[in-house]
């Protein structure tokens, strides 16, 4: 199965042979799952929406496309993240680093990386959801505007507007929450 | 760092894979009503249709309540929960299976508020290998509340619905070691413990 394109797959799930949808789950699992994961902030929050787009990706495979499979499906995800972060009520977030623990860290990564990924992800769900959307969709999906404007019906000026918001947004709060530790 | 460098920075740390459970292909497989590998037994499910399946989609989420589950792992909020059990635990479990086939333990609330307010606790502790949250909200229970790690860095959080109100409340690291939030209001208990305090419903 795993040399076995999407559409040779897609027809043989369409055909009866279910078990062949594992394969397209094992394929875009893990970059379906890095954009629910960088879009909803968690791990419980991202497997849920995966989860849910695998399954409707399979409950609907009549209607798409073999050849257009793996942006048919991430076009569910995309949707189903939207719903997720939207159903999240707004929440108060009280935020403590343990600088004993963060001074002290044995793992073999330099501490500032690990404090430049916190940031970064605090950061990232600082933004609101269409800016976040459409940040990662451009600059970590590496879609072109036409693809966005396909995938979330956003007319490509106002995804401009997004992502030119979100990277301004970005900057100005790792500037200013980033600590050094030179 | 120029800002170009930088922003180059955050978009391959954004590109970095993130780990998905094991045990994920097996659950979607199992949630369609198929084997998880082509050798798999088991009877095969019915062929997605044009019109759909005639079942509902599973829910993701199954709940002993009837608002959507949250766990200490942390997952959407929405409604309210019931009150909570003689113990003060609630145990959620998922249809389709998590990580563990065994169920978690979630944070109990002590009473159902109208305007209860979603609060989130955060302590970045990579040299941790266990978080608790005690507070006056949970009667200082050690063994309630669990914070969840996320993956790939020291990050562990949980949330909690909490009535408007103003609670102390502190971190155990590793089962022995207290710690407060030096950004916020901090006290000490009887026994000297450094303590924090939260208010929910107005400023912190």
Redesign the interface.
């Known amino acids: 199965m795993k040399d076995e394109n999407d559409d040779v797959l897609v027809r043989r799930v369409l055909a009866g042979e279910t078990s062949a949808y594992a394969g397209l789950v094992e394929r875009y699992r893990p970059h379906l799952g890095r954009y629910a994961f960088r879009m909803l902030g968690n791990q419980a929050d991202a497997e849920d929406a995966l989860q849910d787009t695998f399954i409707r990706g399979y409950r609907s495979l009549a209607r798409c496309e073999p050849e257009r499979f793996r942006s048919w499906l991430f076009g569910i995800l995309v949707n189903r993240c939207r719903t997720y972060a939207a159903q999240r009520t707004k929440r108060q977030s009280v935020v403590t680093t343990d600088e004993w623990s963060v001074a002290n860290s044995t793992r073999q990564q330099p501490v500032d990386d690990d404090g430049w990924r916190t940031a970064i992800g605090r950061a990232l769900e600082e933004l609101p959801a269409e800016q976040r959307e459409a940040f990662l969709l451009k600059h970590v999906e590496d879609l072109s505007y036409e693809e966005m404007q396909e995938l979330t019906g956003v007319r490509i000026p106002a995804l401009k507007m997004r992502v030119f918001r979100a990277r301004e947004a970005l900057r100005r709060n790792l500037q200013e929450n980033v600590v050094d530790r030179s | 760092m120029t ?1 170009h460098d ?2 180059e ?3 391959e ?9 094991s045990s ?2 097996r ?3 199992s ?8 050798e ?1 037994s088991g009877p ?2 019915a ?4 019109h ?2 005639a079942e509902p ?2 829910s ?2 199954k709940s002993v309540w009837l608002s ?1 589950r949250w ?1 200490i ?6 409604g309210l929960l019931a009150a909570a059990a003689v113990a003060g635990i609630i145990l959620a479990t998922s249809s ?1 299976t ?1 990580r563990n086939e065994s169920t978690e333990p979630v944070a109990a609330l002590p009473e159902l508020h109208e305007s209860a ?12 290998d266990s978080v608790l949250l005690v507070g006056d909200f949970n009667d200082w229970g050690l063994t309630t509340t669990r914070l ?1 790690r ?6 562990w ?1 949980v ?1 909690v619905v909490l009535p408007p109100g103003r609670y102390r409340y502190a ?1 155990i ?1 590793n089962g022995t070691t207290w ?6 209001q901090v006290t000490e208990d009887e026994f000297g413990r450094p303590n ?1 305090v ?1 208010t ?1 419903g107005g400023v ?1």
């Open positions: 800002d930088e922003l920075r955050v978009i740390t954004l590109k970095e894979p993130v780990n998905i459970d994920f292909d659950r979607v497989m949630a369609i009503g198929a084997p998880a590998s082509p798999g095969e499910a062929p997605p249709s044009l759909g399946a989609l599973p993701a989420r959507p766990t792992r942390l997952s959407p909020l929405g389709l998590r307010n979603a609060t989130q606790f955060v302590l970045v502790a990579p040299e941790a969840a996320q993956p790939g860095d020291g990050v959080f949330t971190f690291v710690r407060s939030n030096p950004a916020t924090s939260v929910v912190i």
